[in-house]
């Protein structure tokens, strides 16, 4: 049963899932949303307030002016696609406290959550204290 609880706490340290995510952001955690694809796949579309730090490009030099303090959520396209994983990673070498998106911008817009950039979709905004 030990063993049980201990994977589980484990598993919500590592991962969140949308509606953890824009609850966060909503009530004003201290919560940065990395986008860990390329910067072509962001610009067409994504969370809205997150960052572009594509997973190829995560190190000492990119990330220093991120906060130390705060939770990165690293997110990708959804389950196809290991970019989170590989953002957090890197980000988790890096030093920084790091979750992944389960499901990805997927799973954002599959829970009715807006994106932005060209291919933006109108949902439930994300109204946040960042």
């Not at 340290?13 to 949303?33: C, H, M, P, Q």
């Not at 990673?89 to 406290?97: V, W, Y």
Request: with cysteine; glycine share 10%.
């Amino acid at each position: 049963m030990d063993n049980q609880i201990a994977h589980y706490e484990k598993k919500l340290a590592y991962e969140s899932d949308s509606w953890d995510l824009y609850d966060g952001l909503s009530n004003s955690k201290n919560i940065t949303v990395i986008d860990a694809r390329s910067t072509e796949a962001y610009n067409m579309e994504h969370i809205p307030s997150s960052i572009n730090i594509p997973h190829r490009t995560m190190s000492k030099e990119s990330t220093k002016g991120l906060d130390r303090e705060a939770m990165y959520v690293t997110y990708c396209d959804g389950i196809g696609c290991n970019a989170s994983t590989k953002g957090a990673l890197n980000m988790a070498r890096l030093g920084f406290k790091v979750k992944e998106l389960m499901g990805g911008l997927d799973w954002w817009k599959r829970d009715g959550y807006a994106t932005e950039g060209a291919n933006g979709q109108k949902g439930r905004a994300v109204v946040c204290g960042c």
